[in-house]
């Protein structure tokens, strides 16, 4: 059995696997076993891994299952102690497995852990997907060290400590395979969006500890497969982020949390037609609150498992403040700058 897996989900990713796969191979071979993991590509993806990359291990899936329930289904298949889901669009550097492996074996209390994620474009400065290890307010907004909202910070070394997070990247999650399987692994039903957060969040209140590992730093391109203005990702991220609260929350806090975000998603529904001009944007949130409402009963099972295994009452990853407030009235742009 392989110690580590590295799992790379591809879909018609020939382009990037071209490109970045050979620093996956070249810095982690000797510490891994490299999948690459197929939904059923229509590319050239298959003929290049077979031709040029003879010694990754490959895993077929009959059909595009998505990232969530693409990633159930190939991990399923392999036998490690830790899975490292890892985007066919990172540069991975020296050295940047070994840190998060050893601080894995060391502390037994840690289920899953990041890399500091580095922007390739901009290799001074975060990328958003992770940054350096997320968090949510109290209404369920994600933020990174290093990134908040659309304003992302320059690496300056401001967070070169490790951190207990509340979410780790899914572009670069190294997670014990025991409890990710324990726990379901990511819920195959958000398709992509949001599905890391909430399976870190599901780990988080077993009593599990997330971190940030900034002495192993990657570089992300970010925005693969859907660009940040497509509707069907403001589709995703806003119906999975409501699917997610309402399994997650406690019952103290649903209600309110619930009653808040129906304000403030149609808010947004409508700064983004009247200042932004975007129609499909403005549809999709309309979609996705409407989505949600059809299939909350789908989690009611979900819900229930999840309260009433969990062990951490108050989570301090998870902020009490409103983020919409410290960004826009109090003008904190930097994680540094927050309560």
């Known amino acids: 059995m392989p110690k580590t897996a ?37 590319d050239d993806s298959l003929e290049l891994l077979r031709q040029h990359f003879p010694e990754v291990q490959l895993i077929l899936l009959e059909k595009n299952w998505g990232f969530a329930d693409g990633y159930n289904k190939a991990l399923a298949q392999i036998d490690a102690e830790y899975y490292l889901l890892l985007n066919s669009d990172i540069e991975v550097t020296h050295h940047w497995l070994t840190p998060l492996v050893e601080f894995m074996d060391s502390h037994p209390d840690v289920a899953a852990c990041q890399p500091k994620l580095l922007s390739i474009f901009e290799r001074d400065k975060f990328e958003y997907a992770g940054a350096c290890g997320g968090y949510l307010d109290r209404y369920g907004y994600p933020f990174c060290r290093g990134r908040l909202f659309e304003t992302v910070e320059n ?29 379901g ?57 409501l699917t997610m609260l309402y399994k997650c929350l406690p019952q103290s806090e649903l209600r309110h949390v619930m009653r808040w975000r129906w304000w403030l998603d149609y808010l947004a529904a409508w700064e983004m037609l009247l200042l932004k001009r975007n129609l499909g944007d403005f549809r999709a949130v309309y979609r996705a609150r409407r989505a949600f409402k059809r299939w909350r009963k789908d989690f009611e099972a979900d819900r229930r498992q999840i309260q009433q295994s969990r062990v951490e009452k108050e989570i301090p990853e998870q902020r009490r403040f409103s983020l919409l407030w410290q960004y826009y009235a109090k003008g904190r742009k930097r994680f540094s700058d927050l309560p």
């Open 155 to 183: 690496d300056d070394g401001q967070y070169d400590t490790p951190a207990e997070v509340l979410w780790a990247t899914g572009a670069a999650l190294l997670v014990r395979a025991r409890i990710y399987n324990n726990v």
């Open 6 to 42: 590295i799992v790379i989900l591809n879909w018609n990713g020939a382009k990037m696997l071209r490109q970045y796969l050979p620093s996956v191979l070249q810095y982690s071979r000797d510490e891994a076993t490299v999948y690459v993991a197929d939904n059923a590509s229509t």
């Open 185 to 241: 692994g990511l819920d195959g039903r958000f398709f992509a969006h949001n599905e890391e957060i909430d399976l870190c969040w599901r780990i988080r209140l077993l009593g599990y500890k997330i971190y940030c590992l900034p002495d192993s730093v990657i570089y992300h391109v970010g925005g693969g497969t859907l660009p940040k203005s497509n509707p069907m990702k403001t589709f995703l991220n806003f119906r999975n982020n």
